[in-house]
T-cell receptor, first 116, second 114 residues
Framework: AQKVTQAQTEISVVEKEDVTLDCVYE???????LFWYKQPPSGELVFLIR??????QNEISGRYSWNFQKSTSSFNFTITASQVVDSAVYFC?????????????FGSGTRLSIRP | EAQVTQNPRYLITVTGKKLTVTCSQN?????MSWYRQDPGLGLRQIYY???????DKGDVPEGYKVSRKEKRNFPLILESPSPNQTSLYFC?????????????FGPGTRLLVL
């Protein structure tokens, strides 16, 4: 069965620190997709990234980077030089086919607080 | 402006009174889905749709129905709402381009069933 574990319930760091959010997944499929989402205090959901299981290249987008390691079934998210606006709950998710419009399950989320 | 709209944004209703939460996207996306978010249970997928007339169950479909008669709309129907369906609901649509996916969420619908 699929499972997504975000062991870090809450993280608090001081602004400008780097922070990594962990995501560990379980699946029996060889083809799957991994996602990260952000939910700021205002409550909306924001899609950040989708990664295919056959593409282990790391992804960087500005201050955000993602490290996908099949060997450890992990898809970790790093924010470099964190800012107060990064404060949010971050969800990792797993889908076994196609896209977010296939069956998808979410981790329980990590609440990230960035202190000024 | 690309957007996913949901209506209503807030709703208080009573047990058993049928209701529909509408979801509409203006981006011609093929894929749409519904989620609910509950404290302690996180985000869970209710239904998803890969195209017009193609829908399938997510993790928690019980008590819900959906339809996808046209690409832009994906309403969520609660035929006989119960208090355990009190939740925050999100609709989303997504598309692929050059092997990459982008997903847009609606603003959410907060539902209270008494």
């Amino acid at each position: 069965a699929q499972k997504v574990t975000q062991a870090q319930t809450e993280i608090s760091v001081v602004e400008k620190e780097d922070v990594t959010l962990d995501c560990v997944y379980e699946t029996r499929d060889t083809t799957y997709y991994l996602f990260w989402y952000k939910q700021p205090p205002s409550g909306e959901l924001v899609f950040l990234i989708r990664r295919n299981s056959f593409d282990e290249q790391n992804e960087i987008s500005g201050r955000y980077s993602w490290n996908f390691q099949k060997s450890t079934s992990s898809f970790n998210f790093t924010i470099t030089a964190s800012q107060v606006v990064d404060s949010a709950v971050y969800f990792c998710a797993l889908s076994e086919a196609y896209s977010s419009a296939s069956k998808i399950i979410f981790g329980s989320g990590t609440r990230l607080s960035i202190r000024p | 402006e690309a957007q996913v709209t949901q209506n209503p944004r807030y709703l208080i209703t009573v047990t058993g009174k049928k209701l529909t939460v509408t979801c509409s996207q203006n981006m011609n996306h093929e894929y749409m889905s519904w989620y609910r978010q509950d404290p302690g249970l996180g985000l869970r997928q209710i239904y998803y749709s890969m195209n017009v007339e193609v829908t399938d169950k997510g993790d928690v479909p019980e008590g819900y129905k959906v339809s996808r008669k046209e690409k832009r709309n994906f309403p969520l129907i609660l035929e006989s709402p119960s208090p355990n369906q009190t939740s925050l609901y999100f609709c989303a649509s997504s598309y692929w381009t050059s092997g990459q996916e982008t997903q847009y969420f609606g603003p959410g619908t907060r539902l209270l069933v008494l």
